[in-house]
């Protein structure tokens, strides 16, 4: 028999249909975008919150039918939105969303109404370290604790070492009758955190209140993560400053040539702390900080450069000056201070000019400088007219910018500073965005927002992060009697790979790694235990693998590839904040977008094949009538699923093959096959170049490449295959086979200087795998490219693969650039976070 549903169930599924109307609004609004990619993953989280839904009402009863009735009519909108999706039909998609699945939505929250009872809400100030009360302004907590008493709610401070969840206590630090006190209390309702630490970074106590207990406070990153985001997602990137990271002094002085002026500043920092104006002057160097200027001439400058840019500690960004002064040669910006109310809104609690002293190269307050009224400054800098029409553009501005950001951090934002700056020629500008940012002057305003929302937070239910749920195969370190690996102060190099992958590249990586003084051990995704933050790793001693409990690796060398992908996404999630040797989600990626990319260059006309993106039947005869042969394949897809070859032959008949199946076609029956296999998918038609043995078989070239040691490109191994298909190349496991490229060369192109191709094909492929990390922002080392050669041997790409290529026979040439590659990345990430 089933069990009915506790007020607190009833409550939590009100909450989750809540957060699933709020989720559809902001899935219509990329559909109206054509934000493609961002509305997939949007939608993927409407599903799986209708899965918890549906999964909970399975279990219990409720005191009406009602609930399971609209559920049963929200599945099927579900699945037809899913089939559009497929298709890319977001005119119907959007059709759907609003005249059916949200109405749906809304009658199913308001089905979920009835058990809610009034309470009092408790918030809890935390710190992971130290006592929020230590560490905040008077005037902060003196605004808190007044707003939490108008709000009619609890407030109470507390760190790590204060929680109890045994008994599920804390030791809390408590204004009350006018003094404060500590007191014992039961958890609160929600967390208001201070300071944003990666999941990695994370203390165990602190990672356990978060599966308990909502958190108001979710970091954007720092001054390098979040412009790659930016980037990543297209919007807003023309606001961003261009800048480089210093990683040796010549990047220094190559932007300085370029530029009159630059500013370099800490990728870690806050308060104008740590911030230069670099300038060169004829032979001499000028560097200038808050206060003060200094001259160098070019040895000193250089000993600057490598005792204060260069220096272990700190790592520096320099980027484009923005000159932005008043009239009186004052350096100001504008402070947006977004927070969301009471109701989950962004609102702007205080947008105004921080301006500087002359003597000052900054504009922070906590520099000296001062602040005004937004309009009333605009008005007096760039006249009335002007001046207002600023003020609304950078209201609006921050809004929509700020929307965006929580759109891109999975809504997890809820307050933000955003430092804009305003050039000679009127263009914005945004210099960086902040997490809990300063207050000074209205910390009352930013108590009422702070207060509001963590009781919103608290009231709905509301968990701003994916939760996981343990699978009953996954590792528990506290009940498992593995030996404990001791740690030294070497560098732990973890591989993350499937349980029944084939051992010998990890057994390769393993020698490599002993070779070269790194601990190396293989987890998969059953092997981590979310609580405790260890791994069961497999570790090779002695020529067999043995399993111990050991902490989180310092990187990690991702053969599993499965980011993004459901079913995954916790994993990937827990390992947030440890640096990956490949970033790249594991589906595959657009082939189309790679070609457009590579010839927007004009560098790769000569390998480039002719290729277009099929909308009509008739781009393919186009082709075909032009190059009487030609390839089709699926713009997404690997494994040669889905490729067609296509020739003409005499009276108008076609030959085409896929896969093992060869067929002849009149012109009237190959269109209607056609039209209805482009009617499944995105199709992209290319010129067939003829790549074929002296034997008559296909083959391509294979360049496997891995940036090395100092993470630049470097080759694993370059081989022939060999299909046994009329027109696609064979995998060893379905009958193809490889070989060795320069006897293979010497064979099939006995008139060509076949050293020469091989360096040929090895540039060419360089410049490409360069040019393709240029487009995208993720970080990667691993690269594959399939390259034709023609008849006259010359070279042409045909696809490239960052998804997992395969390896045959050549793991140790592989493990001995990964392995390498690993502790680059690894040490420059300590570096980053010393």
Same mark, same amino acid.
């Given at each position: ?23 559809? %609004? ?48 929200? %599945? ?7 089939? %559009? ?24 929250? +308001? ?7 009034? /309470? ?19 005037? /902060? ?12 709610? &609890? ?14 206590? =804390? ?39 978060? /599966? ?62 740590? =911030? ?60 947006? &201070? ?31 400088? !001062? ?42 934002? &809820? ?37 509001? $929302? ?5 009231? +709905? ?49 393993? $020698?490599?790694?002993? $070779? ?49 992908? !459901? ?25 189309? %977008? ?192 399939? =390259? ?7 070279? $042409? ?38």
């Amino acid at each position: 028999m089933k069990t009915k549903l506790k007020d607190e169930q009833l409550i939590q599924l009100q909450n989750i249909s809540e957060t699933l109307i709020e989720a559809t %609004e902001h899935f219509i609004s990329n559909i109206k975008e054509r934000q493609f990619g961002q509305s997939i993953h949007i939608f993927s989280s409407i599903v799986e919150g209708y899965e918890a839904i549906n999964q909970t009402l399975r279990l219990y009863t409720t005191d009406t039918d009602d609930s399971k009735v609209i559920l049963n009519k929200i %599945e099927p909108n579900l699945v037809l939105i899913a089939k %559009e999706l497929e298709e890319k039909n977001l005119m119907k998609v959007a059709e759907i969303v609003q005249f059916s699945l949200t109405p749906n939505l809304r009658k199913l929250n +308001k089905s979920f109404l009835k058990g809610s009872h009034n /309470r009092t809400i408790t918030i809890g100030v935390f710190h992971d370290k130290v006592n929020p009360k230590e560490i905040y302004p008077t005037e /902060r907590i003196n605004a808190l604790i007044k707003e939490s008493e108008a709000q009619h709610v &609890h407030l109470i401070f507390f760190s790590s070492e204060d929680v109890e969840f045994e008994t599920k206590k =804390i030791h809390a630090t408590v204004f009350k009758n006018s003094e404060w006190t500590k007191q014992t209390v039961d958890f609160p309702n929600v967390i208001d955190n201070i300071g944003f630490a990666s999941k990695h970074q994370q203390s165990i106590t602190e990672r356990k209140l978060r /599966r308990l207990i909502p958190f108001t406070s979710f970091g954007v990153g720092n001054k390098l993560f979040l412009p790659k985001m930016m980037v990543k997602h297209r919007n807003f990137a023309q606001l961003l400053v261009p800048f480089k990271m210093i990683t040796d002094e010549q990047i220094v002085y190559d932007y300085i040539e370029k530029q009159d002026i630059a500013v370099v500043k800490p990728i870690l920092g806050a308060r104008g702390e740590r =911030i230069y104006f670099v300038q060169k002057k004829g032979n001499r160097f000028t560097v200038s900080d808050h206060r003060h200027e200094r001259i160098y001439n070019k040895e000193n400058f250089q000993e600057w450069i490598q005792n204060t840019l260069l220096h272990k500690k700190v790592n520096y960004m320099i980027q484009q000056y923005i000159d932005c002064h008043t009239i009186d040669k004052e350096p100001y910006d504008i402070r947006a &201070h977004v927070q969301k109310d009471s109701k989950g809104t962004w609102q702007i609690t205080k947008i105004y000019p921080r301006i500087g002293s002359k003597e000052s190269i900054l504009s922070n307050i906590s520099r000296g400088g !001062r602040t005004e009224d937004l309009l009333p400054f605009l008005t007096t800098q760039f006249g009335k007219q002007t001046g207002e029409q600023y003020n609304k553009e950078l209201t609006d501005l921050s809004l929509d910018l700020t929307k965006y950001l929580d759109r891109i951090h999975n809504f997890s934002l &809820h307050e933000l500073g955003l430092d804009l700056a305003i050039d000679h020629t009127g263009r914005f500008w945004l210099h960086e965005v902040n997490n809990g940012p300063q207050s000074t002057y209205h910390e009352e305003e930013r108590a009422i927002h702070a207060i509001g $929302y963590a009781k919103y937070i608290a009231e +709905k239910g509301i968990v701003k992060q994916n939760q996981f749920q343990l699978s009953e195969n996954q590792f528990v370190a506290k009940t498992s009697k593995l030996p404990i690996e001791k740690l030294d102060n070497r560098h732990r190099v973890g591989m993350l790979k499937a349980t029944n992958d084939d051992d010998k590249l990890a057994t390769a990586c393993a $020698y490599v790694a002993h $070779y070269e003084n790194v601990q190396f051990y293989t987890f998969s995704p059953q092997d981590i235990d979310y609580n405790e933050m260890l791994l069961r790793g497999e570790f090779y001693e002695n020529g067999k693998w043995i399993s111990k409990i050991v902490e989180y690796p310092d990187v990690i060398y991702d053969r599993l590839r499965l980011k993004g992908i !459901r079913g995954y996404n916790d994993v990937y999630e827990e390992l947030e904040g440890i640096p990956f040797t490949n970033e790249f989600h594991g589906n595959s990626m657009s082939k189309l %977008e790679v070609y457009d990319q590579l010839s927007s260059t004009s560098t790769f006309d000569d390998i480039i094949i002719p290729y277009q993106r099929v909308h009509k039947v008739r781009d393919i005869f186009q082709y075909i009538d032009e190059y009487e042969a030609v390839i089709i394949k699926p713009e997404v897809g690997s494994f040669a699923r889905g490729v067609h070859y296509i020739s003409k032959r005499e009276k108008n008949n076609y030959f085409v093959t896929e896969s093992d199946t060869e067929k002849e076609y009149n012109e009237i029956s190959l269109r209607k096959y056609l039209n209805e296999l482009i009617s499944k998918g995105t199709f992209i038609v290319q010129k067939y170049i003829h790549t074929r043995t002296i034997d008559g078989s296909p083959f391509d070239i294979r360049v496997h490449m891995f940036k090395n040691r100092n993470d630049e490109w470097d080759f694993a191994s370059i081989y022939p295959r060999i299909g046994v298909r009329y027109a696609t190349i064979s995998t060893t496991i379905t009958g193809g086979y490889i070989g060795n490229l320069l006897g293979f060369l010497d064979r099939n192109f006995p008139k060509v200087n076949t050293e020469q191709l091989k360096q040929l094909i090895k540039s060419k492929s360089i410049v490409v795998a360069d040019c393709f990390a240029s487009f995208n922002t993720g970080n990667f080392n691993e690269i594959a490219l399939d =390259i034709a050669l023609d008849i006259d041997a010359r070279p $042409y790409l045909i696809e490239v693969n960052v998804n997992k290529p395969g390896i045959v026979n050549y793991e140790f040439d592989v493990a001995k650039l990964a392995i390498p590659n690993a502790i680059y990345i690894a040490e420059q990430n300590k570096e980053m976070n010393d």
